[in-house]
């Protein structure tokens, strides 16, 4: 019997087993799917707190994962395949294997939907991105692409004009489907530059982003574009299949919190990507492990 276990192993689900095993809470971490989260995917991180030099991504989350171990969590490697919260102690199941607890903190984030071009998985990290706030200071004064309709699309572009010196919008339709106000400034800012109706075929280039090669969806005319980064604005999908009827999940699949970390289920909290469909950011992760950690201890010393 753990006091708590906590179901990912991020920033988010990291810092969680940091704090928890700080409060003396016999703490274990189910790694998941991809251990590290979406950080091991990244090249470098230069806006993570207390690193003035870039860290590579699986650097950092090895070493909040060796901090954990060293306070005294407990991994166990693989991915809970199911769970079962409808009375205590709460059980996870990974495969054959059954884990109990009298708490759960969810940290099992987030995933960026891909292109699912093997181009695209060639050059991640090495000039493809998902996410601008993260990768876009590496561009700046450089010309970028990005690929997507919706608010996330929009505002990744626009975000991105304060450091590259173009920014190609690539939609697949002849219209935006992000918000008026949205649609507005983009239209506005002489950076952005629009391909209507086009899909990505391929990345191009070896060992960077050199440009990308599109297809109109109208005419099947191909073309190409320069650019050196490109970043995939197409949605994000939460890793939440298995709480279904568990605890209550919004219409995108995001875990509904209240109080910060509660879930619908007294006793289940959450933390990271996996609530948190807007920053969306390692530090902020990290921040919300912390505090659904604490709210774990709060709500166990209570009983």
């Not at 289920?265 to 912390?290: E, I, L, N, W």
Request: hydrophobic share 40%.
């Amino acid at each position: 019997m753990h006091d708590v276990i906590i179901l990912g192993s991020g920033p988010a689900g990291l810092t969680a087993a940091i704090y928890a095993c700080r409060e003396n809470l016999k703490t274990l971490v189910i790694k998941g799917s991809q251990p590290g989260g979406q950080l091991i995917l990244t090249m470098e991180v230069e806006n993570y707190p207390g690193f003035p030099e870039p860290i590579v991504g699986s650097e950092l989350m090895d070493r909040m994962r060796d901090q954990a171990e060293r306070v005294g969590a407990e991994f166990i490697n693989g991915e809970a395949t199911c769970v079962d919260f409808s009375k205590k102690p709460f059980k996870v199941m990974v495969q054959d294997q059954t884990f109990e607890a009298r708490s759960v903190i969810v940290a099992t984030g987030a995933f960026a939907r891909t292109l699912k071009l093997a181009s695209e998985a060639k050059l991640r990290g090495r000039g493809v991105s998902y996410c601008a706030t993260c990768d876009g200071f590496f561009f700046k004064d450089r010309s970028v692409a990005v690929v997507g309709g919706g608010d996330t699309a929009v505002e990744e572009a626009l975000f991105l004009t304060k450091l590259a010196k173009k920014v190609f919008l690539v939609h697949r339709r002849e219209a935006l489907r992000a918000s008026k106000i949205l649609q507005e400034k983009a239209f506005k800012n002489e950076k952005i530059a629009f391909i209507w109706n086009a899909i990505v075929e391929e990345i191009l280039g070896e060992e960077r982003v050199r440009g990308l090669r599109l297809r109109n969806v109208k005419s099947g005319n191909v073309s190409e574009i320069d650019c050196e980064g490109v970043f995939i604005a197409v949605g994000y999908q939460p890793n939440t299949a298995i709480f279904k009827g568990q605890i209550e999940l919004d219409e995108r699949g995001y875990v509904v919190t209240r109080n910060e970390t509660e879930t619908s289920m007294k006793g289940v909290f959450a933390a990271g990507d996996v609530c948190d469909p807007k920053y969306r950011q390692a530090v902020t992760a990290a921040g919300s492990g912390c505090k659904a950690a604490t709210d774990v201890g709060r709500f166990l010393q209570l009983g």
